[in-house]
T-cell receptor, first 113, second 112 residues
Framework: EAGVVQSPRYKIIEKKQPVAFWCNPI?????LYWYLQNLGQGPELLIRYENEEAVDDSQLPKDRFSAERLKGVDSTLKIQPAELGDSAVYLC???????????FGEGSRLTVL | DQQVKQNSPSLSVQEGRISILNCDYTNSMFDYFLWYKKYPAEGPTFLIS?????DKNEDGRFTVFLNKSAKHLSLHIVPSQPGDSAVYFC???????????FGKGTKLSVKP
């Protein structure tokens, strides 16, 4: 069974440029999460989807961050414009909502210069 | 304010000995706890979980203990192996379907 797939793995951009990350969750998982992980910190939730619906986006900085999950499968996370402080690893995870166990992708490491 | 705290950034243990990783939480509404393991350049992977109705859960070499009165849980790895060297994250949620709140992680090094 394929795991959670994320792309790109690495992205380097200059500040004020836009960037987008893509996530393909495990087949059949209705819950999808985007987490932000700064160096030396644990993952912090940005947004949670149940199928197509964003059920918790309270931690998403909506002035520059946006996300969508079309057809309840793949998801994209966009930052526009990027700031220096956005340099981090962006993790996507999926789950079936029953056990609380999440399956994470390898992450997308963003460097903003 | 950190709701899940892992106060030891790192831990070094000799191969074959026991590794004990600790985690404290402040939110008494948390009732489901998990440990994740993370290797460099990989995403975290689920290791073991425990519900607040239990005080112990065991899976092979890994055992998680929960002390609700102290709001403390620990992960025991016995015996420790070099392949266990990784960053271990403690996470907590309200119910098994709640959002996970992670600690900052503890880097475990198991020396041969």
């Amino acid at each position: 069974e394929a795991g959670v797939v994320q792309s790109p793995r690495y992205k380097i951009i200059e500040k004020k440029q836009p960037v987008a990350f893509w996530c393909n969750p495990i087949s059949g998982h209705n819950t999808l999460y985007w987490y932000l992980q700064n160096l030396g910190q644990g993952p912090e939730l940005l947004i949670r989807y149940e199928n197509e619906e964003a059920v918790d986006d309270s931690q998403l900085p909506k002035d520059r961050f946006s996300a969508e999950r079309l057809k309840g499968v793949d998801s994209t996370l966009k930052i526009q414009p990027a700031e220096l402080g956005d340099s981090a690893v962006y993790l996507c995870a999926s789950g079936q909502g029953r056990t609380g166990e999440l399956f994470f992708g390898e992450g997308s490491r963003l460097t903003v210069l | 304010d950190q709701q899940v705290k892992q106060n030891s950034p790192s831990l070094s243990v000799q191969e074959g000995r026991i590794s004990i990783l600790n985690c404290d939480y402040t939110n008494s509404m948390f009732d489901y706890f998990l440990w994740y393991k993370k290797y460099p350049a990989e995403g975290p992977t689920f290791l073991i979980s425990i519900s607040s109705i239990k005080d112990k859960n065991e899976d092979g070499r890994f055992t998680v203990f929960l002390n609700k009165s102290a709001k403390h849980l620990s992960l025991h790895i016995v015996p420790s192996q070099p392949g266990d060297s990784a960053v271990y994250f403690c996470a907590a949620s309200r119910g098994s379907q709640g959002n996970l709140i992670f600690g900052k992680g503890t880097k475990l090094s198991v020396k041969p």
